[in-house]
């Protein structure tokens, strides 16, 4: 009897260390919500950090556009979410400022637009442009301002992904409008980028979390590697 009491009792203690190890974070899994921009641009430094901190802790990116992304997080599919803010948030909800991003022409060298130091929307809308979806927020606040201008521009391509965006432009097809997180100067050895927030709003970033659901330890953690200030009862 005495190697069977000993082996249940090893079980026990087994059982006892892997709950400690989820009370303290160091296993279980966090589902993130987001865009493939900031899955992509944002996402990965504060990732690499989590995983340091907690390499025992699952992790899986659900990305989307907006109202897909606050659906995830409403629905508890997601654990936090990084995005841009819906109009109207869902009461169960809290969203939290992280930062700013900005609109960002990308051209081939030697584009005509990239020497004008301020362009206008009539020299942007010259040009065939690439953007994102019809399904993303961005891609109705670019259209919202060339509208209010009287301008059709011609969209060329729109996509989810921002990598494709960036293929087409250093392929010639047309201007990419995207964010300025999305240009990375040392990798994208194909284009170059001007600054036209001049001519489009900037967004804000948020991190959503669930006023409905505590937060567990390693959810918790990763909000603040997003520099969430969790006393913050936005």
């Not at 979410?81 to 909800?93: E, N």
């Not at 809308?125 to 109705?140: H, K, M, Q």
Request: glycine residues 8%.
């Amino acid at each position: 009897m005495i190697p069977l009491i000993q082996r249940t009792l090893d079980q026990l203690e087994g059982l006892h260390r892997v709950a400690e190890g989820f009370a303290a974070g160091e296993r279980g899994s966090v589902t993130v919500a987001t865009s493939h921009t900031h899955a992509r641009y944002l996402l990965p430094p504060v990732i690499e950090a989590f995983i340091q901190q907690y390499p025992g802790v699952s992790l899986t990116l659900l990305q989307g556009y907006g109202a897909q992304v606050v659906g995830w997080l409403n629905s508890g599919e997601a654990d936090l979410s990084v995005s841009t803010a819906p109009a109207q948030p869902p009461a169960s909800l809290s969203f939290h400022p992280i930062g700013e991003i900005h609109r960002v022409v990308l051209a081939k060298p030697g584009h005509p637009l990239l020497g004008q130091e301020n362009p206008s929307l009539q020299d942007l809308a010259a040009y065939p442009i690439i953007t994102y979806g019809p399904e993303y927020g961005a891609y109705a606040q670019i259209m919202k301002i060339f509208e209010a201008a009287s301008l059709t521009p011609t969209i060329a391509l729109s996509t989810s992904d921002t990598d494709t965006i960036k293929t087409y432009a250093s392929c010639g097809l047309g201007i990419a409008i995207l964010a300025d997180s999305a240009f990375e100067p040392e990798r994208d050895e194909g284009l170059r980028a001007l600054d036209v927030r001049h001519l489009f709003p900037s967004s804000t970033v948020f991190v959503g979390l669930s006023r409905e659901r505590p937060l567990t330890p390693h959810v918790a953690r990763l909000a603040q590697l997003l520099r969430v200030d969790l006393e913050d009862p936005m």
